[in-house]
Structure formats: C-alpha cells, structure tokens
C-alpha cells in the first residue's frame, strides 16, 4: 500500500513527535513511522522515568532525615518495586497524552521500521520510506515531499565493555531493574552518571564514580564541577576523576571488579553491578542513507542551520545530528525544520541560549557560557556569585549547599552566563534563559523585584554581587 504525505518524519521521540504536532498545525498532512514507541528515549528511557525515580530517591532521603524538621517517621523502609510502578504510571499516563496529541493533529502514526529508499518508481528523488510493520503485515510505502529523521541516539559503550543486562548496565537496562544492588561502580561522571550517583546514594547505595576527565560534569563551569564534586563527597559518594577505566580487566563473580588507572597506578573497583554511562550514539544505521546523498560526520547526521541534510528535502533533527542531546533541543529543532518546510522563515537556533540541567540532588542549572569559555572567547569577564545558606527559603527547605554565578562582559555588561548549583535550580534557570534571550544586563536582572522568600532571590542577589552590591553577602 503507498500513501502521499507532505511530510514523513522518521522516528516518534521527542523531537519527532513535537515536529508532527508543528507541521498539522501548519496544515501539513504528517505522519510519524515509530518502531517502539511514541515519545521515544525521553519518556520510556530518559528524562522522564530518571527523574521519576529521582524524586523517589529524594522523598526516601528526606523521610530519612525527617526529624529534623521535626516529624518522626520510624522504620522507614523503601519499597522498590512500589518505586518502579510509580514511575511505570508516569510514563504511562504521558504517553496516553502523546497519543491524543497525534490523533487530535490527524497524524498518522505507522508503528514499523522506517528506511528511506532511493529514486524509485514512486518518485524520482530518494526520499521515499517503506515500512516494515510490526504487525507483521506488508510493507507500507510512505511517498513525502519532504522527510524528517529524528531516529535519535543509543548508550555507548566502552570499547571490549560487554552490556550484559546482569552485571553491567547503561541507563536503559538501569531504569528496569526490579531491585536495587548494594553497591554499583558508575563509569562516566557526565550528567547520566551523576543523575544515577545521586539517586542511588539517596536509596542507600554505595556508590563509585568513575571519571575519565580531571573533574566531574566536565562540561559545566568550573566552579560548579567542583563543588558538585565536594557535594557527593560530602554524601558519602566516592568520587574518582582522571580514572582511566580498562574494560579488559572486568571480573565477573559474585559482583564486578574493573580496574582503573588512576596517578600512574592500576587501581581496583568492586560492586554488585557496573553502570556504564560514557555518552550515546547516533541511530545513523539501517534507515537507508547509502540510498542519498547524506553525509555523516563523526557519527552524527550533517545539517545546515535549518537542519536540512546534503538532500534539501531531508531534515535531521535531535540526538542523532549530535550536539546538545537534550529532549527540548531535539523539540525545538524539531518545529524548526517544520517551519521552514512550511516557508514560515524560522530564526535559527542559537545554542548559547539553551538551557541545560542535571536533576540530581543538588541539582545543577546553566545557560550561556561558562567562565572559561567566556574568556576563551576573548572577554574580559566579572563575577557575582552568591551561596544559598544566606536565602531564608533554603534554609526552610533544609537544602542550602550551592550558589548561583553569573558571569558578565565587563565592556558592555552583557549577560553572558549563569550558572546554579543546589535546591530547585533546574526551576529557577528560565529566568535566567530569559535574560539572555533578552539580552538583559545584571542591573535589569537585579531590578526585577524576586519575591521573598523564595530561592530566586539568590539570583537578583547574585546579579547585584557582579558590582559589588549583594544585600545579604
Ligand atoms: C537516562 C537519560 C536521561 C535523560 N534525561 C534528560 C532530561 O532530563 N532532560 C533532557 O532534556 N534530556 C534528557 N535525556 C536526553 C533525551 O532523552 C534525548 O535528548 C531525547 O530523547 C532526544 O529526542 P529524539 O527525538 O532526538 O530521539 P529519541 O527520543 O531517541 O527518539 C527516537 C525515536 O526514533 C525511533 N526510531 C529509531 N529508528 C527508527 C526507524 N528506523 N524507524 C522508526 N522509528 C525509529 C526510536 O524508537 C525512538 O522512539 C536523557 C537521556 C537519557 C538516556
């Protein structure tokens, strides 16, 4: 059977789904080929389930610590398989609202395997997608004007590092286990690994991490990677930067064992499991690129700014063009190639804008650039920071580790970072997102009147910090 469509978008995530929902309200006749299901690694294997189980953690910890705030809860113990179903219904009910969202947008979704085929009988260009369905029927030929991939990414892992599913891990099996191990060595202190160190130390777990780089979260500013380090030293988890991890030396037994080299010696970890948390690779294979012209670069799927590929009418979107591999980029990029199909003349995306998070416990917010990149780039840069324990509303929590830093162009005051580390700052990083996109300067962040108490006055304290003139430093 062959339909015509005016775009076909390869692959349901995130990033595919919130292109389809884009092009119907567009008037574009869409549909989506999923080989799993709608919602993709975000909702069944990423954000969604993570932070489900993260905020079980955190609920777990803090009944922990419950007298402090002067409520005795006795014997408390952690039901996993409770913990697993909570986040089962989550997941559920959001992919319920996925499947609504396509049916109200008249999107067709094909549940098969799409592969796009070269010049055929059904068109002169490649571009045209046959299906093979998972319900086993024949294929369907799907004919587009123009196609989308947003095939998304994988785990990787180390090289001679087998994922087995018993002993070792990547998040995907991780997010399935039905109990929890006594102890777990994580490989990669990136933000998949500190998410997983976090919320199994705040389960009661004994936790190693394990960082090739000479800090953790090598990617966020300095001074945040530091004193998350300090923070997950200071719950108890055993850190270890500028460990270079040698898969060959795995032992498998009653646990794991894998040695490391670490300041010229060989070093040996042992847990029940290993987490392996090395990044994730681009889903380029087995969907008919040898039939275009499509170049993949290091793995990744090259685009211009509007994200068309070497073959004008094939967008790539999302995890598998690299990059930030990040659900709302993938989503934005994603109503960006939608709408310069429409012709609708979308702005390009501008990286430095997005923010980015890590839901651990502290968390971590940022948007912009880091204080080095700043001066990489030729700033000459000032700073003002200002620690949570003088914010009222984080002391009321009981959560008050952490700062907020902004970093700012000495010459024309421009905002060109911020950076947060502690309670709730994943909440907070939109005002901050704002400002840039604004393109506000440190005063009209200070001036905008923060309510109090809240935890958003460290950032109105922080932007008066950068001349000198916090309230409560
Ligand atoms: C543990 C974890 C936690 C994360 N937490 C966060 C977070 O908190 N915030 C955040 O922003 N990001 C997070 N991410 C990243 C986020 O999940 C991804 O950036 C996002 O899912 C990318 O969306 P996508 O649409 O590009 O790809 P995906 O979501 O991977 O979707 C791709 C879809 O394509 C389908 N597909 C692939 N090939 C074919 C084919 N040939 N035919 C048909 N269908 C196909 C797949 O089945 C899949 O459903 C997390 C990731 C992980 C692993």
Redesign the pocket.
Same mark, same amino acid.
């Given at each position: 059977m062959s339909k015509e469509y005016d775009l076909v978008i390869?692959?349901? %995530? *995130?990033?595919?789904y919130v292109a389809a929902i884009r092009a119907s309200q567009l008037g574009l006749k869409v549909a989506v080929?999923?080989?799993?299901k709608l919602g %993709? *690694?975000?909702l069944h294997?990423?954000?969604i389930p993570?932070?489900a189980l993260l905020r079980s953690a955190e609920v777990y910890a803090t009944t922990k610590r419950s007298e402090e705030f002067g409520v005795i809860a006795k014997d408390v113990t952690l039901d996993f398989q409770k913990v697993q179903d909570r986040k089962n219904k989550i997941t559920d009910q959001l992919f319920k609202g996925v499947q609504h969202l396509m049916k109200q947008g008249k999107i067709d979704v094909i549940e098969g395997?799409?592969?796009i085929l070269g010049p055929s009988i059904f068109s002169p260009m490649p571009g045209t997608i046959s299906v093979e369905m998972n319900n086993g029927e024949e294929n369907e030929m799907l004919i587009p004007k123009n196609v989308i991939i947003?095939?998304?990414?994988r785990p990787r892992s180390l090289p001679g590092l087998e994922i087995d599913g018993d002993y070792v891990l990547t998040?995907d099996e991780a997010l399935q286990m039905d109990s929890l191990p006594k102890s777990i060595v994580i490989v990669g202190g990136g933000v998949?690994g500190i998410e997983w160190a976090s919320m199994l130390n705040d389960f009661g777990i004994e936790v190693t991490v394990l960082e090739y780089a000479n800090r953790i979260l090598p990617t966020e500013d300095h001074e945040i990677s530091k004193e998350m380090q300090r923070l997950m030293k200071k719950k108890g988890i055993k850190v270890v930067t500028g460990a270079k991890v040698l898969p060959e030396s795995l032992e498998k037994g009653e646990g794991i064992t894998i040695q490391a080299e670490h300041k010229g010696e060989t070093k040996s970890f042992s847990a029940e499991k290993l987490l392996v948390s090395v990044g994730r690779q681009a889903?380029v294979e087995n969907?008919g690129l040898e039939n275009t012209e499509i170049i993949v670069e290091k793995g990744y799927i090259a685009t211009n700014e509007f994200f068309q590929t070497k073959e004008s009418h094939i967008y790539a979107i999302?995890?598998?063009i690299g990059g930030l591999?990040?659900?709302?980029v993938?989503s934005h990029e994603g109503i960006i190639a939608v709408e310069h199909i429409a012709g609708e003349n979308p702005i390009p995306m501008d990286y430095s804008l997005v923010s980015k998070?890590v839901?651990s416990n502290p968390e971590v917010a940022s948007v912009g650039f880091t204080e080095e990149e700043a001066k990489e780039k030729g700033y000459t840069v000032k700073v003002g920071k200002f620690n949570f324990r003088a914010i009222g509303k984080a002391l009321v929590f009981g959560e008050s580790d952490g700062f907020v830093k902004l970093v700012v162009d000495e010459a024309t005051e421009d905002l060109l970072g911020v950076h947060m580390i502690g309670p709730h700052v994943t909440d907070m990083i939109s005002e901050a997102g704002l400002a840039r996109v604004l393109d506000a300067t440190p005063w009209e962040v200070a001036h905008t009147i923060h309510p109090h108490p809240t935890l958003s006055e460290a950032i109105g304290e922080a932007a008066l910090a950068v001349d000198g003139k916090a309230i409560h430093a």
């Open positions: 390869l692959g349901g %995530g *995130t990033g595919g080929v999923e080989k799993g %993709g *690694t975000c294997a990423g954000c993570s932070k395997i799409g592969r947003a095939t998304g990414s998040s998949i889903n969907i999302g995890d598998v591999q990040l659900a709302h993938a998070c839901y």
